[in-house]
């Protein structure tokens, strides 16, 4: 009995949020999707609903505080560097089980790139080391989301993908001028 109540009583919290981000038509309209969908939708962590309500295109007036939101979420290693080791960053981007970078972007020297994502051929050589760059492309990996809100990127540090010092790693494949990524031809390219 206790178990049915603490069962009845977690669903009528998750509506009960819901209800916050979804208007009781739109409510009705997910509930059409079946018991299991209706659930894992309106369950959806607030920042996912925004985004599955605008159909991943935020009217300007939520935006600065999705970025704020989405920002403050990143974390940096523990050391402050955001360049780490290139050799194990290029372990990360090429393997189809750990990052999958390749899958969406085009320029890996191991694999023929997908063009989901914009083409990072030659990264490093094209944007330079400076702080700034650096830091954009460690935060843009993190969370997409912080520059690129309801990007299908993954989030690999927010979601707990990759940890602090692996996104270092993979920042360091991209732009070491001496990395792979930067020292040999891509797949594919002309
Ligand atoms: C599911 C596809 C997907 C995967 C996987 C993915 N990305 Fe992306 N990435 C994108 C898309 C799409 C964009 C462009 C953002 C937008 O406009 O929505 C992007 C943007 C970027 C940018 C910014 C590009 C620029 O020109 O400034 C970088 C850097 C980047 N991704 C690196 C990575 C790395 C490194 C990985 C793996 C750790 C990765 N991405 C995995 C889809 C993906």
Redesign the pocket.
């Known amino acids: 009995m206790r178990k049915v109540l603490v069962a009845l009583f977690a669903l009528a919290l998750a509506f009960a949020l819901a209800q916050r981000y979804f208007t009781e038509e739109e409510l009705k309209r997910i509930e059409t999707g079946g018991k299991a969908y209706a659930e894992v939708f309106v369950g959806q962590r607030p920042d996912q609903a925004l985004c599955s309500i605008h159909r991943n295109r935020l009217p300007a007036d939520l935006l600065p505080k999705f970025l704020e939101e989405q920002r403050a979420l990143i974390k940096y290693p523990a050391s402050g560097k955001l360049m780490g080791d290139w050799r194990k960053g290029g372990a ?2 090429n393997d189809l089980r750990k ?7 085009f320029g890996s020297p191991e694999h023929l790139g ?1 063009d ?5 051929e030659k ?1 490093g050589l094209k ?1 330079g080391q400076s702080e700034a760059v650096q830091r ?2 460690y935060e ?2 993190y969370n ?1 989301w912080a ?2 809100p ?5 989030r ?1 540090g927010a979601q707990g ?2 940890t602090p010092e692996e ?1 270092a790693d ?2 360091a ?2 732009l070491d001028p001496e990395s792979d990524f930067n020292t040999k031809p891509a797949v594919g390219s002309k």
Do not use: K
């Open positions: 990360i981007f990052a999958n970078c390749f899958s969406c972007h997908g989901v994502g914009p083409s990072l990264y944007r954009y492309t843009v990996i997409s520059y690129f309801c990007t299908v990127m993954y690999f993908l990759l996104i993979v920042v494949y991209l």
